[in-house]
Structure formats: C-alpha cells, structure tokens
C-alpha cells in the first residue's frame, strides 16, 4: 500500500504543477505575448503609413514639385512660381491628410481587435467551463 499512496502523492503533485504550468501560461505568459504582438502591429503600421514622417512634412510640396521664382524679378513669373507652389503645398497636405487619416484608422482598427482578442484570451477558460457545465446540465438533469 506504500507503494501505491507514493504514486496518488507523485501523481497529485504533478497534476497540480500542471495546472500552475497551465495558470501561468493563459493568464501571464500568453497575455505577455498578445500585447507584445499588438504591440509590434501598431509599431508597423506606424512606420508602415510614416505618419511621424508625413506630420513633419504636412506642407512641403507634393513629391518636391515647385517652380523656382527665377533670378530677376518678373512678377508674371512671380505670381505663376508662387501660385503653383501654394498648389503643389495643398495638393501634398490634402494628400498627407488622407494618409494620416488612414494610418490612424488602422491603428484604430488594430488596436479595437487587438483589445477584444486580449479580453477573449483571458474570459476563455472561464467560458469553457461555464459551457462545459452548462452542457452537461442540459445533458443529465433536463
């Protein structure tokens, strides 16, 4: 009999570190790893739409068009350089806007999904169970 309450011992021991093993992994190890993957995901499209890079250069021209003024003052030249480059600067802002406008509602959208596959990870297992009782419920007592 010895030898059989050591193995219920040896066998209660490991069910128990498995089921810290398990704890520590749903709600501490995983969760870790979800942020650090939303994480790394709005990081990309961070840099993917270079909305850092296009708010430093929300009025420069669009793609570097502009027409230089010229060395002598002509003011028919004057008034066509400076009107064209007042038109390549809000062609490049309207641009940069719809951009930004983009990257910020994917990082919207990232970030939403991001939180509600966080918050499905973590009520998992209390789900599972619930359904799993519930379930049998239905099975054996209804």
């Given at each position: 009999?010895?030898?059989?309450?050591?193995?219920?011992?040896?066998?209660?021991?490991?069910?128990?570190?498995?089921?810290?093993?398990?704890?520590?992994?749903?709600?501490?190890?995983?969760?870790?790893?979800?942020?650090?993957?939303?994480?790394?995901?709005?990081?990309?499209?961070?840099?993917?739409?270079?909305?850092?890079?296009?708010?430093?250069?929300?009025f420069?021209h669009w793609?570097?068009?502009?027409?230089?003024?010229?060395?002598?003052?002509?003011?028919?030249?004057?008034?066509?350089?400076?009107?064209?480059?007042?038109?390549?600067?809000?062609?490049?802002?309207?641009?940069?806007?719809?951009?930004?406008?983009?990257?910020?509602?994917?990082?919207?959208?990232?970030?939403?999904?991001?939180?509600?596959?966080?918050?499905?990870?973590?009520?998992?297992?209390?789900?599972?169970?619930?359904?799993?009782?519930?379930?049998?419920?239905?099975?054996?007592?209804?």
């Open positions: 009999w010895r030898g059989f309450a050591f193995l219920i011992l040896l066998y209660n021991e490991a069910m128990r570190y498995i089921l810290i093993q398990y704890l520590t992994w749903q709600f501490f190890d995983s969760p870790r790893e979800i942020l650090k993957a939303i994480k790394n995901f709005l990081l990309f499209y961070l840099d993917y739409f270079s909305i850092p890079l296009l708010l430093k250069t929300f420069w793609h570097k068009y502009s027409y230089s003024y010229g060395k002598s003052f002509n003011p028919g030249r004057y008034f066509e350089a400076f009107a064209f480059n007042m038109m390549s600067r809000v062609v490049g802002a309207i641009l940069r806007a719809f951009f930004i406008i983009a990257g910020v509602a994917a990082e919207l959208v990232i970030l939403f999904f991001g939180a509600l596959i966080f918050f499905i990870w973590i009520l998992l297992p209390f789900a599972a169970t619930f359904f799993l009782v519930f379930g049998f419920n239905l099975i054996f007592f209804k």
